[in-house]
């Protein structure tokens, strides 16, 4: 019953940005970490950004730090992405996921993806 919706995809001009956002249902919000993943044709998966239940820390991958930000409203039960200075390395499927209490590489309930295209 958990549910984490993703919205915000699309195509952009490299240089610009977009906001994903991540919509949960079905969880006491705020006792979860959450984190947004990506994943590119031919690669890993990998954590670009996570931030904790409380919302105080946060952790980025040394790709995207300086450029995405993360950030949470635990009134709305969403999370966001920020996301600026896109490239084409950054054109991935863009998942959230959701963990109890503690970041992790590896969350127990996933969003099923939005995808972010970046041309030049």
């Known amino acids: 019953q958990v549910q984490l919706v993703e919205s915000g995809g699309g195509l952009v001009q490299a240089g610009g940005s977009l906001r994903l956002s991540c919509a949960a249902s079905?969880?006491?919000?705020?006792?979860?970490?959450v984190g947004w993943f990506r994943q590119a044709p031919g690669k890993l998966r990998e954590r670009i950004a996570g931030?904790?239940?409380?919302?105080?820390?946060?952790v980025y991958a040394r790709s995207v730090k300086g450029r995405f930000t993360i950030s949470r409203d635990n009134g709305k039960n969403t999370v966001y992405l920020q996301m600026a200075s896109l490239n084409s390395n950054d054109t991935a499927v863009y998942y959230c996921?959701?963990?109890?209490?503690?970041?992790?590489?590896?969350?127990?309930?996933w969003g099923q993806g939005t995808q972010v295209t970046v041309s030049s």
């Open positions: 996921a959701a963990n109890e209490r503690v970041m992790t590489v590896t969350p127990k309930y």
């Open positions: 079905g969880l006491t919000f705020t006792t979860f970490a």
């Open positions: 931030i904790s239940a409380s919302g105080t820390t946060t």
